[in-house]
């Protein structure tokens, strides 16, 4: 992977640790930054490394949302023909299966967000599966207040997260969700005082979720996942397919041992992913 510019990325004790490193431009989605998140997760993805991925930032917000040269030059959202607005539908699905990545991702992700999460930055951590704020965060539907329609998955995703009547107040109006009424509407996990307690629980947690055996923190990800968009039979069907096909006599008494002698777990990283288009044959 070349060098990162909307990012730097350190994986250390099977965390993998993402961190939004332009806050001159309160970490704006530029074209650069949507090519590096691609290339990232999909990396992160295929490795089997990293047992869980924490996103963080630098600077005063968490991210300001879409940059407002993304759709400048070369990338422009032309209006005056059918043809172009048929256009806009291929352009905004390929900037949605960015941030559905972070859903499909193997391994669970965990936001841990400051100052302003806005615009794109809510649809961005809307797709992960654990968010942490420090008090003086704030969620901010920002696209109807230019004149938009937010449309890279938070219309979609945050439905599922808090109630529809809070979901269409905060599209409808714009208005800001700060940390503490976030938390009680269970958005967020937990609500820090300062930005460094709440990354230091954000690595916690990641660091408890590294400690468990990757291949069943899997599992109950995708049986999640699959419970929340489908029917309770259906779940539940696909809960003894699930469990049949990973179930391992060797992690359960591995994970019962460790617990006992009160030491950590030894497991297994999920295994590397080779693609047949990657491999050259």
Request: proline residues 4%; hydrophobic residues 45%; glycine residues 8%.
């Amino acid at each position: 992977m070349n060098a990162l510019h909307s990012f730097s990325l350190t994986t250390a004790d099977h965390i993998a640790h993402l961190v939004l490193s332009r806050p001159e431009a309160m970490n704006t989605m530029n074209p650069t930054f949507w090519r590096e998140l691609d290339e990232v997760l999909t990396a992160i993805h295929k490795s089997g490394d990293a047992r869980v991925l924490v996103i963080s930032s630098t600077g005063r917000h968490f991210s300001a949302g879409m940059a407002l040269e993304t759709f400048g030059g070369p990338i422009a959202m032309d209006d005056q023909s059918p043809e172009g607005r048929a256009g806009m539908f291929d352009l905004l699905a390929e900037m949605q299966a960015t941030f559905t990545k972070l859903e499909t991702l193997r391994i669970p992700v965990i936001a841990a967000i400051q100052g302003g999460c806005i615009g794109g930055a809510v649809d961005m951590v809307s797709a992960c599966c654990l968010r942490y704020a420090s008090a003086d965060a704030f969620f901010c539907i920002q696209e109807i207040n230019i004149g938009m329609v937010a449309d890279v998955g938070t219309l979609q995703r945050l439905p599922k997260l808090i109630p529809l009547a809070v979901v269409k107040e905060l599209a409808y109006t714009g208005r800001r969700l700060h940390a503490a009424r976030a938390l009680a509407l269970g958005l967020v996990n937990e609500v820090l005082d300062t930005p460094q307690d709440m990354l230091a629980a954000a690595l916690q947690c990641a660091a408890e979720i590294a400690a468990k055996p990757p291949v069943a923190v899997w599992g109950t990800k995708q049986a999640i996942h699959y419970a929340r968009d489908h029917s309770v039979d259906d779940a539940l069907r696909q809960m003894g397919w699930l469990q049949g096909a990973i179930w391992s006599n060797r992690h359960v008494g591995e994970a019962v041992a460790a617990l006992k002698e009160k030491r950590p777990g030894s497991f297994p990283d999920l295994a590397r992913l080779d693609y047949f288009k990657e491999n050259g044959l």
